[in-house]
């Protein structure tokens, strides 16, 4: 037998007791906003990330033709005698 009594606001089958249920109605609406408002800056910055990224043409962007290759040594890479 423990020391000290079990104190929980949950049941044996971890339900929320009415006790807890109390202790947080008041919380209730300030939280369902909070978890709003972070939603919907969440989602804002995700579709104005989006929009500004496919704005972009890349015309400016010189793109060479044809990277150029180093002249190959012989036997130089992969040489096992």
Not at 47 to 71: C, G, L, N
Request: net charge positive; charged share 20%.
């Amino acid at each position: 037998m423990p020391l000290l009594p079990r104190s929980t606001y949950y049941d044996k089958n971890y339900r929320q007791s009415p006790a807890l249920i109390r202790a947080r109605q008041p919380y209730l609406i300030k939280n369902v906003l909070t978890g709003a408002a972070i939603f919907a800056f969440t989602v804002g910055v995700y579709a104005f990330t989006i929009r500004a990224v496919s704005q972009d043409e890349f015309e400016d962007v010189i793109v060479p033709d044809k990277p150029i290759q180093p002249p190959h040594a012989p036997n130089a890479v992969g040489n096992k005698s």
